[in-house]
């Protein structure tokens, strides 16, 4: 029976007609497995008047694009997406579905994963295949982020993970690919539908947006408390940077939880970060390793942290944090200019 499925199919989320990034990097993650396992990879992209985004997914890697373009699929709600994707994963059977860790990715995946009676991985932060058994190999922190686990989907198909943004990188567009566009046919109507999107209301609220910030200066408990935190606000400031920290330091009060880098905070990309007091636990570092320039501070030169970064200071961090901010005010007083392109 499982050899009947064959394919490697990413949900593509979109929302006012653009598609998320996570799934445009879901589907640079999706096209390595496709290629090991040597199959198409496939998208499934549903809304209304959406169509044309179906070159995008192309050019972002997918050789299939499954469309379903219609008025009812307008606004996200689980009832009709869940129908629409399981009448395609039952009529076309892929052997590996993933999704983006997004509300709606979430949402749809698990209740995807229930109706077709198969396996799930939430929040996975590295994918494989093993090619000889056709074995998605989806690992995540496990234990408080103490270990990776990597879960396999032996008896039921499709395999499925939610992945969150951020972690995959998204393959160079290529707006010369060719791919095939399938459209397909959907019986639902708005009155069979027993929820009705009325109004979508956004949040307006000023946040720190951490997943969009080029430089992080993030702390942890190696601060020591509250006072001393303060430290990482000053050079923050200094430098034009965003703050975060570490979960120890959310649960201590010293940050809110939108500040927080880790596999239950935000995973980021930024150009420079800045890791100040924090020791490198898997948790917090599947949030930040794919940084682009790491510099860790920390007394202890055994620290984890030091294995992922770029390059590391050996020492106590409210003694350098100063002098940095002492040089970088320096520097600005000089006529200097930060720039980090």
């Known amino acids: ?50 169509k ?10 997918a050789d299939q694009v499954y469309v379903i373009d219609h008025e009812v699929m307008k606004d996200y709600r689980t009832e009709s997406y869940m129908k629409a994707v399981i ?5 076309y059977k892929p ?46 922190p496990a234990f408080g982020g103490n270990i990776m686990a990597t879960i396999l989907c032996k008896k039921h198909r499709p395999q499925m993970a939610t992945v969150r943004p951020k972690v995959m990188k998204a393959m160079e567009p290529d707006p010369d690919r060719h791919g095939e566009v399938i459209e397909e046919p ?22 720190v947006n951490l997943a969009e910030a080029h430089v992080v200066v993030a702390g942890g408990k190696g601060m020591g408390d509250f006072q001393n935190f303060q430290l990482i606000h000053e050079l923050a400031d200094t430098i ?30 930024p150009k420079i970060y800045f890791a100040i007091g924090i020791s490198g636990a898997i948790q917090h570092v599947v ?28 020492g106590d961090a409210l003694e350098i944090v100063p002098k940095l901010i002492k040089e970088f005010k320096e520097a600005r007083e000089r006529g200097g200019e930060m720039s980090y392109v």
């Not at 044309?52 to 890697?61: C, N, Q, T």
Request: net charge negative; hydrophobic share 40%.
């Open 1 to 50: 029976m499982m050899d009947e499925y064959r394919g490697v199919w990413v949900f593509i989320e979109q929302n006012d007609g653009k598609i998320e990034g996570v799934s445009l990097e879901l589907l640079g993650a999706g096209r390595k497995l496709a290629d090991k396992l040597e199959v198409p990879l496939s998208g499934v992209l549903l809304g209304y008047e959406i």
């Open 52 to 61: 044309s985004l179906s070159r995008e997914v192309i050019a972002y890697g």
């Open 87 to 91: 009448n395609l994963a039952e009529k």
């Open 95 to 140: 052997e590996i579905f993933l999704y983006g860790a997004t509300s709606n990715g979430k949402d749809l995946a698990s209740a995807v994963a229930t109706d077709l009676s198969t396996g799930l991985t939430a929040d996975t932060t590295m994918l494989d295949v093993e090619v000889e058994k056709r074995l998605l190999e989806a690992s995540r």
């Open 186 to 207: 959907i019986t639902l109507k708005e009155d069979d539908m027993r929820t009705k999107v009325i109004k979508i209301v956004k949040d307006v609220t000023k946040k």
């Open 240 to 269: 034009g940077a965003t703050v975060g920290g570490t979960r120890d330091v959310v649960e201590a009060g010293w940050l809110p939880h939108e500040q927080q880098v880790g596999q239950t905070g935000e995973t980021i990309t």
């Open 287 to 314: 949030g930040m390793k794919n940084s682009e320039f790491i510099i860790a501070i920390n007394k202890d030169p055994q620290a984890p942290i030091f294995d992922v970064a770029t390059c590391g200071i050996v």
